[in-house]
């Protein structure tokens, strides 16, 4: 199974400010016939069912605002945050569906500091 | 606009079995992979299984293999998943979830609730 680890568990960063959360898999999740990378990342707030941010690494899906953005290749990965806003307080997940099992990350709690 | 309802959670004993329903609408439903999640209480997220367009192939995680099993009738826009030998770890929050055609999970339900415990 591919693991998927991020960091940090949990992350406090004041309004306006960016945020970063990396995660990095156990292999690599780029598919070489096509150059994509099978990673996604998902926002959960208190009480709601998660929502897709990015999927292919770096693209953004429709309605998620451009301050969100997803970076990263092969084993690495990043989530920006680039002006963090009252909104943006969740648990922030990692998942690779390069294979199955799909696997998530462990999640990173992020607060206003 | 894309709904994805589940149902069918209750508090079951250990040993018991269960069948989750999904009822999916506001999309071609037999154009896409379904799969089902569950979050423990407090937990993070859990892949269970994936079932691709037509059924004819289905995968589960190591934790429930050979005691769920998923399905789906693309006549009903529905996914199930039937939960057998349940254990109280199985406890979690299941989701219904639609793949994107690319494997990324574009829609989730609101989740229903399973409680194994005596």
């Known amino acids: 199974d591919i693991v998927m680890t991020q960091s940090p568990d949990s992350l406090a960063v004041s309004l306006g400010e960016r945020a970063t959360i990396n995660c990095r898999s156990s292999?690599?999740?780029?598919?070489?016939?096509?150059?994509?990378?099978?990673l996604a990342w998902y926002q959960q707030k208190p009480g709601q069912s998660p929502r897709l941010l990015i999927y292919s690494a770096s693209t953004r899906e429709s309605g998620v605002p451009d301050r969100f953005s997803g970076s990263g290749s092969g084993t690495d990965f990043t989530l920006t945050i680039s002006s963090l806003q009252a909104e943006d307080v969740a648990v922030y997940y990692c998942?690779?569906?390069?294979?199955?099992?799909?696997?998530f990350g462990q999640g990173t709690k992020l607060e206003i500091k | 606009e894309v709904q994805l309802v589940e149902s069918g959670g209750v508090v079951v004993q250990p040993g018991g079995s269960l069948r989750l329903s999904c009822a999916a609408s506001g999309f071609t439903f037999d154009d896409f992979a379904m799969h089902w999640v569950r979050q423990a209480p407090g937990k993070g997220l859990e892949w269970v299984s994936l079932v691709n367009w037509d059924a004819r192939s289905t995968y589960y995680a190591d934790s429930v293999k050979g005691r769920f099993t998923i399905s789906r009738d693309n006549s009903k826009s529905s996914l199930y998943l039937q939960m057998n030998s349940l254990r109280p770890e199985d406890t979690a929050l299941y989701y219904c979830v639609k793949d994107n055609s690319l494997g990324a999970f574009d829609f989730w339900g609101q989740g229903t609730m399973v409680t194994v415990s005596s």
């Open positions: 292999q690599s999740v780029l598919y070489s016939f096509n150059n994509k990378n099978y």
């Open positions: 998942q690779q569906y390069y294979t199955t099992p799909r696997t």
